[in-house]
Structure formats: structure tokens, C-alpha cells
């Protein structure tokens, strides 16, 4: 645990913060992280939200923001409000919504994220989980498995992280995501196909986790408060393609039952497969059962559709490539499915 003697002093201020998040009548299901509501102000995002070295804001939102549109960022990075005497962020940072402690790393050196906190979440039975890097402090008492509330002071905005180029007093943010995760058995899968490689954070490596946009959560909550749906949120997505798995039993079909489809042919015949359609992030966001009848390749994995203006908007996660007039998963699409039905 990170110790830090200026996190005192921002407990009272994020008192005020956390009634500020709250919209009078409205019971949210997710709250703004840090004290920092500018989003939900008209033009507020350039104040709400701080971008990378020499770009505009818009690099610090979500999506194939970075390196000419080639580069994902699976977070938002929000920007600062409240700094020491040397100009260090002193920020309390919060819980998004209730949930509990899955994961804490406070050792900066092994993760560009520095200082982070994963946080579970169940929010009408789909367990989500948000993440708060850059960390300065981790509040005392945050271990995994504890539960937290809507609110609760976790840690401090910072600027840690093990990367090359340093984060500048000036850039100070949270990076703050949303994610579903792949596989509890990542570890297995990560030592099978990267042998010799390091992996200091088990499950809660970052290829384990395919984030959904904070920004678009963020609001749609706000506006429809105790309407919001989680699964209806994810089953909004914008579709990328489609691909057929030839497998019956993978962890993403238990973990995320909620997005699995009702099909009569599958139904009565058994089922073979499964059709799965993703976002542009690799996001399996409906999984429709597919009896063998319906199956037109042999196949463990068949891209069967492509959406390309969608593709040709956001390529930066390079699941799938043209060749010529022919679409084909690359192998890095081919790579998440592997890991999806691992």
C-alpha cells in the first residue's frame, strides 16, 4: 500500500466531490470518478478531459484515438483539479459505482499504469469491472475482496507509471475504464502462448480485460438514471463483424450469459456453435447459438460479416484485414477468439 501524507488533506474535498456526483432526484449507477464533472457541462470535455504530449484533448477520450487513428485507448485520462504547494495532483479518486476490490498493484515499476485499482461490479447480473490507473496513493484499507461503495475514496490522482516518457505535472489525470473480462484463466493461456514472457498480474493483465467507453457510460447514466441497463448498454454497441466459433462451452458464454440470444433452429437441432458479433474493441456483445445446419464452414473460427464503414472508422484494434475483395481475422482476431474460448 502507498503511503501519502497529502491524501488527508483531500479527504474533506472529496466529500464536497462525491455530492457533487450525485444529480438531485436521480439515482445514478455510475458516478463520475473524481470531483471533476465538466462532462456533463456543454463544451466541457477539453476541461474535463487531458490529452497525450502535443495533442488536443481528444487523445485522452476512448477508441482509436492515438497515432493517427492505429493506436486504442481503452480509458478516458481525466484531468486534474487540485495540486499540492509543488504542483503535484491531490485529486481523491472514487469509486464509480458499489462493488469490491478484485485487484490492487502498488508497484508502479510493473505496469504502465503504475498504481492501479480494479474494481468488480454487478450491475443487473453482468459483472463489469472499472480501473483506476496513475495512482499517486492507494486510500488505507483498499485491499482485494473488500467492498466499497459509490463514492468511496480509493486513492489518489497521480501521474505513476513504468513507461519511457514520463507523465508531466501538467498532464496529471486518472485513466479511468470500463471493462468486461475475457477469461479467468488467462494465466494458462498467457504462459501457453507467450512462454518466457512476464506476466506480473495474472488475470488483471490488461489483454484480459476489453473495455467499453467510459465517456458514452458516463453519460447515458446520468440521463437515464434508474432506467439505465447494463446489458442493454452493452447490447448497443455498434457491430464491426460477425464470426462464427465452432465451440459449445467457453467462459464468456457463463460469464455473460445476459448477451446470449434465443434460437429456435439451435434449439430444436442442438447447438454447434456459436455466432458471435462483435464491436470495434472485440467485444462479443450478442452470442446467437447455431445448430450444425446453420454452419457453412468447417472451421474452429468463420468471419462471416463485415461492417466496413465501422471497420474503416475505428481499425485501430486490427482484428480483421482486406485482402483484395476477401475480409479475413488477422492474427490478432484470431488470438481473442483463442483466448475467448480458451
Sequence with gaps: MVGLGSYTRGIRA?????????????????????????????????????????????????????????????????????????????????????????????????????????????????????????????????????????????????????????????????HFEVNLLVNDDFGAWFNKTSPGQRNDHGKWNGQNLLGLDPKLLLLQSKAQGERFNMVEFIRSQTEMCRVVVRDTRFPWLQRYSALVESNAVARAEGVAGYELVLNYNGIPFRLIPRAASELKSTSRYHLLSVNEPEYRNNPCRRLITQRGTRWELTPRGISLLDLLTY
Design 14 to 174: 472529496v466529500m464536497v466531490g462525491a455530492v457533487l456526483a450525485a444529480v438531485p432526484g436521480v439515482a445514478q449507477v455510475f458516478q463520475l470518478p473524481t470531483a471533476n464533472r465538466a462532462l456533463f457541462e456543454p463544451g466541457g470535455e477539453e476541461r474535463f478531459l487531458v490529452g497525450t504530449v502535443g495533442r488536443s484533448w481528444t487523445s485522452g477520450c476512448f477508441g482509436c484515438v492515438r497515432s493517427d487513428g492505429w493506436q486504442m485507448h481503452e480509458g478516458l485520462d481525466i484531468r486534474c483539479l487540485q495540486r499540492d504547494k509543488q504542483g503535484e495532483p491531490i485529486d481523491p479518486v472514487m469509486a464509480t459505482t458499489d462493488g469490491s476490490v478484485a485487484y490492487v498493484n502498488s508497484r508502479p515499476s510493473l505496469s504502465n499504469y503504475g498504481n492501479y485499482i480494479v474494481l468488480k461490479h454487478e450491475i443487473d447480473g453482468v459483472e463489469v469491472f472499472s480501473l483506476y490507473a496513475h495512482l499517486r496513493a492507494i486510500a488505507p484499507g483498499i485491499r482485494a475482496g473488500q467492498p466499497v461503495k459509490a463514492g468511496q475514496v480509493i486513492g489518489t490522482m497521480g501521474r505513476t507509471a513504468n513507461t519511457r516518457e514520463t507523465i508531466s505535472k501538467d498532464r496529471a489525470h486518472v
